[in-house]
């Protein structure tokens, strides 16, 4: 269960284990979405977290970003994304798409809180993470396909039926992997913000578990 | 590979098709053809470039059925497939020129004003081997011929020296 072991450590917030559907789980062994909430405020980032960009830059070569795709958490994604029909060259796994970003700009840019924390626990552990607005959650998140007739929130026309996405218990907060519905995302006027891990099979728990602590400590230390 | 035999027509015929199962088995076919294709692109990047995209099949992430996983199955098997023949194409390549290159330090008038670069022979870094004439030419009209071997790449220091320019601006 996610968050048992931090709970036991006494990390707090312990993230919190969100749920799949039946059918999903049973096409797709592995996947599932782990969540924490952290009282934060979007901005500028301070100079601890720009300060440590820059070190994770200096850590990043092309050669890495080259064999990115042989390491087992990147492959697990590029793999999930393959089985759900994305092209992971051009729809990027959001650790390669990273890496690439950083090889062409020279540098990982400061986008802000939350951005930047996000950012360094991908990095760093590979894991997918993403934000949205906590506030504006209704219950734990899940994934699910789309029901029929469903549309994303801020998106025109419905959804494709059999379409992933992240919910929350009353509609859908974004796609698996891709945009986020209108509204859920962080804003200036957010402050309390819910980074969520995706979890798919060959990523381990423990890997989930350190990307929401890596990435909550930098929210809660701004 | 096309689906042979489509589920409704298996219905008719009075035989089960385990359809969840056989997706699971794509998508193990999938994960292990990923891992293959990932490791001949980090093989192969620098010597030559192989072919190792294959679309996607769905503009959003959604469900596949067998069809589409098959589909991405066989173009991800094609991909390696054509992938791994680029590969040993370059590797022969780098043979032939790797004993071109033996011959060319034996007896480089043979081979005047030639060029190898690492890149040739399958070795990183830039320059490569140059057979010029001793003393320009006086050389050239001797016929003394040697071999110089270039590092090519630009010295750290020179590009530091850049970093700092560009900073100072």
Same mark, same amino acid.
């Given at each position: ?27 797709? !062994? ?6 924490? @909430? ?13 300060? *440590? ?10 050669? $890495? ?10 492959? =697990?994604y590029r793999v999930f994304f393959r089985q759900i029909g994305l092209d992971p060259?051009?729809t990027r796994t ?43 959650? @209704?219950?734990?998140?899940?994934? *699910? ?32 992997f891709?945009?986020? =519905? ?32 890596? =990435? ?7 | 590979? !096309? ?5 409704? @027509? =298996? ?24 891992? @293959? ?9 620098? $010597?030559?470039?192989?072919? $190792?995209?294959?679309?996607g099949?769905?503009?959003?992430p ?13 173009? /991800? ?22 004993? /071109? ?13 030639? *060029? ?7 070795? !990183? ?45």
């Amino acid at each position: 269960m996610a968050g048992a072991a931090a709970e036991r450590m006494g990390w707090v917030p312990a993230p919190r284990q969100g749920w799949v559907a039946p059918h999903i789980a049973s096409e797709f !062994p592995g996947v599932g979405v782990a969540w924490v @909430e952290v009282d934060a405020k979007p901005g500028k980032s301070p100079d601890a977290v720009r300060h *440590r960009l820059r070190d994770l830059s200096d850590r990043t070569y092309g050669s $890495h970003a080259i064999r990115l795709r042989e390491r087992p958490i990147p492959w =697990a994604y590029r793999v999930f994304f393959r089985q759900i029909g994305l092209d992971p060259d051009r729809t990027r796994t959001p650790v390669e798409q990273l890496t690439l970003d950083r090889l062409h700009d020279g540098g990982f840019r400061s986008r802000g809180i939350p951005a930047d924390a996000l950012n360094i626990a991908i990095v760093e552990t590979g894991v997918a993470l993403r934000a949205f607005d906590a506030d504006r959650l @209704e219950g734990p998140l899940c994934i *699910r396909d789309s029901a029929p007739g469903e549309s994303l929130p801020g998106q025109a026309g419905e959804m494709a039926g059999g379409t992933l996405t992240i919910a929350d218990e009353r509609q859908p907060v974004g796609l698996l992997f891709g945009r986020t =519905a209108a509204g859920f995302g962080v804003e200036p006027a957010s402050r309390r913000i819910a980074v969520a891990a995706v979890q798919v099979k060959g990523v381990p728990q423990i890997a989930v578990e350190e990307a929401l602590w890596m =990435a909550a400590a930098t929210l809660e230390s701004v | 590979m !096309p689906a042979l035999l489509k589920p409704e @027509e =298996a219905v008719g015929l009075g035989a089960g098709i385990d359809e969840r199962g056989a997706r699971l088995e794509l998508r193990r076919q999938i994960s292990r053809l990923e891992a @293959e294709l990932a490791r001949l692109f980090g093989e192969a990047f620098g $010597h030559t470039d192989i072919p $190792h995209r294959v679309d996607g099949v769905a503009p959003v992430p959604r469900l596949l059925g067998l069809g589409e996983l098959e589909a991405i199955r066989d173009s /991800l098997a094609d991909r390696i497939s054509e992938a791994r023949a680029a590969v040993v194409e370059r590797s022969r390549a780098e043979s032939r020129n790797r004993e /071109l290159l033996a011959e060319m330090l034996e007896a480089p008038e043979r081979f005047k004003w030639g *060029r190898i670069t690492r890149a040739d022979v399958g070795e !990183p870094g830039c320059g490569g081997w140059y057979s010029r004439p001793w003393l320009g030419p006086v050389g050239m009209l001797m016929g003394w011929w040697r071999v110089k071997v270039s590092s090519g790449c630009p010295l750290a220091g020179r590009l530091a020296a850049v970093e700092r320019r560009l900073e100072a601006r």
